[in-house]
């Protein structure tokens, strides 16, 4: 049972270690990024009246990646929701490739602008966006 408990958490871990900023990406370039680097992710289909967004899961749900999409079906921003045990992980991969911003945030700096990273905790997982920086 041990075995099985570590595996899953090794996993997670792989898994959530790879969360993209894809801001500035339309529909089409995410769903061809996700189909060539993140095969592990199942496309949902959603509707919405209120907002667009891509939205991808892997098998055991235990992550889910959300792309929120402007009226030209470009991302504005990503949301990863991952398992809270994989937190420790995130925050010293966040700490190595951007800088520090506050607790459990970080800016981004690609092409220009400032993106905004930050981890908040929920009840049973944490909550990862990426947006611009105001």
């Not at 997670?12 to 592990?40: H, W």
């Not at 199942?42 to 991808?56: A, D, E, R």
């Not at 700490?95 to 400032?114: A, C, L, Q, V």
């Amino acid at each position: 049972m041990k075995i099985i408990t570590l595996f899953a958490i090794l996993i997670q871990t792989g898994i959530c270690a790879y969360g993209q900023n894809l801001i500035g990406y339309n529909d089409k370039e995410i769903r061809k990024y996700m189909k060539e680097n993140r095969a592990e992710m199942n496309f949902n289909k959603v509707t919405n009246s209120k907002f667009k967004y891509l939205k991808y899961s892997d098998n055991s749900d235990s992550q889910t990646m959300l792309f929120f999409l402007d009226r030209d079906s470009v991302c504005k921003s990503v949301r990863l929701i991952c398992d809270l045990s994989v937190k420790a992980d995130k925050v010293k991969e966040f700490n190595s490739i951007y800088k520090t911003s506050g607790e459990n945030r970080w800016i981004d700096k690609r092409e220009g602008k400032d993106y905004m990273v930050e981890i908040v905790d929920g009840k049973w997982s944490c909550i990862i966006t990426i947006e611009h920086d105001k």
